[in-house]
T-cell receptor
Framework: QQPVQSPQAVILREGEDAVINCSSS?????VHWYRQKHGEAPVFLMI?????EQKGHEKISASFNEKKQQSSLYLTASQLSYSGTYFC??????????FGKGTRLSVIA | DTGVSQDPRHKITKRGQNVTFRCDPI?????LYWYRQTLGQGPEFLTY????????KSRLLSDRFSAERPKGSFSTLEIQRTEQGDSAMYLC??????????????FGNGTRLTVT
């Protein structure tokens, strides 16, 4: 079942912060975050696992609330290069990764 | 690590024709995924393999779609009797993972299919 992301779109000025949320109605084993720029393939940002382990880039932070089946991606001090569409993907223990519809982030100077 | 390679990059076909796409994953990756993406949407799961075994196929996927991964290396996705609604970007991804999804997916650049 497809996770729900919010907001659908956000516009930031350089240096501002943003939070992107992802929620699922199913019990989750892991949450993945990817960023896709126009005309390019999605690129891995972070994985959050049940139990608290995180794997990903140092400059990006995220949280995973297992009880609520929710995850949030925190983008701080945004740069122009952060622009793109952010997707969360959710997995159960033996089920494949299913992506949300995405959050389009635009960072302007 | 040469990345995930997909061929062709673009395919234009007439309605009713069959098409086949190829994906070469990162060599040490045992998992291979196929997704479909249309404009403004997230990647839609189609099917995935662990080595040569097809673990799951989307229930929403028509019987016109079939995928193989012989010998657990490259994979092919075939669409028979194409329809205009099949027009999309077809993305392949691979990972090195066990049950539970703790490994990132590495995506190829996709094959853009246009059905006229």
């Amino acid at each position: 079942q497809q996770p729900v992301q919010s907001p659908q779109a956000v516009i930031l000025r350089e240096g501002e912060d943003a939070v992107i949320n992802c929620s699922s109605s199913k019990a989750l084993y892991s949450v993945h975050w990817y960023r896709q720029k126009h005309g390019e393939a999605p690129v891995f940002l972070m994985i959050l696992l049940k139990g608290g382990e995180q794997k990903g880039h140092e400059k990006i932070s995220a949280s995973f609330n297992e009880k609520k089946q929710q995850s949030s991606l925190y983008l701080t001090a945004s740069q122009l290069s952060y622009s793109g569409t952010y997707f969360c993907g959710t997995e159960g223990r033996n089920t494949p990764l299913v992506f949300g519809k995405g959050t389009r982030l635009s960072v302007i100077a | 690590d040469t990345g995930v390679s997909q061929d062709p990059r673009h395919k234009i076909t007439k309605r009713g024709q069959n098409v086949t796409f190829r994906c070469d994953p990162i060599s040490e990756h045992n998992r291979l995924y196929w997704y479909r993406q249309t404009l403004g949407q997230g990647p839609e799961f189609l099917t995935y393999f662990q080595n040569e075994a097809q673990l799951e196929k989307s229930r929403l996927l028509s019987d016109r779609f079939s995928a193989e991964r012989p010998k657990g290396s490259f994979s092919t996705l075939e669409i028979q009797r194409t329809e205009q609604g099949d027009s999309a970007m077809y993305l392949c991804a691979s990972s090195f993972g066990s049950q539970g999804g703790d490994s990132p997916l590495h995506f190829g650049n996709g094959t853009r299919l246009t059905v006229t």
